[in-house]
């Protein structure tokens, strides 16, 4: 024990911390979802016949987009039940 920190208990509420920091980076993804499918209903409303081939891509995008949020939410996952750092100790 350091200063009469039990280490564990660091490490979990540092763990903790990371999940919550990890799970801000669920915004970045939503802003840009919400501003791609914001565009994809402007473009079908200036040119409805390409709507099919607008809206594949802005699918495509927003999955890509989104595997950020995920990513982040595995992270954060295993920060707080699977946590690694635990057995180090």
Do not use: H
Not at 7 to 21: M, T, Y
Not at 24 to 34: H, K, L
Not at 42 to 69: H, K
């Amino acid at each position: 024990m350091v200063d009469g920190m039990d280490p564990k208990a660091f490490v979990l509420a540092a763990s903790a911390l990371g999940a919550g920091v990890a799970m801000i980076a669920g915004v970045g993804p939503g802003i840009g979802q919400g501003y791609a499918a914001g565009k994809a209903a402007e473009a079908v409303a200036r040119q409805p016949e390409a709507r099919s081939v607008i809206i594949q891509t802005m699918l495509l995008g927003q999955a890509v987009a989104e595997t950020t949020g995920i990513y982040s939410l595995v992270i954060a996952i295993i920060l707080m039940f699977a946590n690694p750092f635990i057995r180090l100790l």
